[in-house]
């Protein structure tokens, strides 16, 4: 209660404004520093990041929900927000009544509703509900309405939060095709979403968050590949901080390099990627064998190989290291980043010895995915052709 009068009366009097980390209590931060970036008319911007790294407390400002603590935020033109869809319509109200109240939040006068109204109705496909109670849609129903609200009242810069997957695929695919018309009209959209495999169907930049600062602010291909990193780095520091028991072998690294041997951490699709993994042991051993999971901090596990499968094992002598090589020729994986979590084992799958998870990182870089969504996508390329007759 005191820390909330404190607040209030600072805010009062204009003193909430530009406090330094001196000024921070105990278990404060800041959950957005130093975040720089423009948005043009005529652009969609991603903004990614794991969860707690800041994206929707820089849309909650954008919005005027939350006043920042230093810096300024200017916008040309009003602000439409798609949070949380259906929240805030009024259950008794019907629909169309609905559609003027959430008109009147954005700012909108009742003539200008009134244009757009026939639009919103026959987008959210309800014209056979709208004049009924809300309470009497379903859950997809008041989403498709939100939806179509926000999305059809065409401000200049609009705000999504987390909707991309609203609706059946039909519905979405129709979303989708309409946020692209608003772009291509010189609206600006900045949408917030965990979906990157969606974001390419509408977005032509990406932001990714980190800690609340800004740690790529570009194309959207790498923009990506960058946030798969970081979700692959967060879940690597916390098998880290696992605390594992000392056993007789161990796995030391995995470093993973080109078809020359050399250190690399991009490919391309169709490229050859060799991972040296190093072992030790403190013991003579015999009979060893590797189990490797290729995963993607989005995908996760996309494959698994091991030298079982092969036939084939090997023996490591006491203090001595041996490096084991897995080859990928012609890796057939699209767009991401990707990690091993390496296991050494024994003779047989109960012999376990060491674990490393979220080692030997890597990205593929290409080739780029098409914006309009009919290109190659998804996580790998399949061998594939197409056949027609006349």
Known sequence: MRYGLTDLGRELIGAGRDRTSEDLRPGEFFAVKDANFQVRAGECVGLLGPNGAGKSTMLKMINGLILPNAGCITIHGNVGAMIELGTGFNPVLSGRENIYINAAVLGLGKREVDRCMESIVEFAELAHVIDEPVKTYSSG?????????????????????????????????????????????????????????????????????????????????????????????????????????????????????????????????????????????????????????????????????????????????????????LVFE?????????????????????????????????????????????GIEGITKLPYRFEIED
């Open 330 to 374: 012609k890796i057939p994986l699209l767009l991401g980043a990707f990690h091993f979590n390496i296991s050494l084992y024994g003779p047989t799958s109960l012999d376990f010895y060491h674990r490393a998870s979220g080692i030997g990182n890597f990205r593929i870089t290409g080739p780029p995915i098409r914006s309009d969504g009919r």
């Open 141 to 325: 129903m008041k989403m498709r309405l939100g939806f179509s609200i926000g999305a059809n009242l065409r401000p200049q810069l609009l705000l999504i939060d987390e909707v991309l997957a609203v609706g059946d695929v039909a519905f979405r695919m129709k979303c989708f095709a309409h946020l692209r018309e608003l772009v291509k009209s010189g609206i600006s959209i900045i949408l917030v979403t965990h979906a990157v495999s969606m974001l390419n169907r509408v977005a032509n930049r990406a932001i990714v968050f980190g800690d609340g600062n800004i740690i790529h602010d570009g194309d959207l291909e790498t923009g990506c590949t960058v946030y798969e990193e970081t979700m692959g780095a967060s879940d690597r520091v916390k098998h880290a901080a696992d605390p594992q028991p000392e056993t007789a072998a161990r796995i030391l690294k995995a470093e993973v390099v080109d078809a020359n041997g050399q250190p690399c951490k991009e490919f391309e699709t169709g490229s050859t990627v060799r991972v040296n993994v190093t072992v030790t042991a403190t013991e003579s051993l015999d009979r060893m064998n590797l189990f490797a999971a290729l995963c993607s901090p989005v995908h996760g596990r996309v494959a698994a190989v091991s030298t079982a499968s092969q036939g084939i094992d090997f023996s490591i002598q006491k203090e001595k290291k041996v490096c084991v090589t």
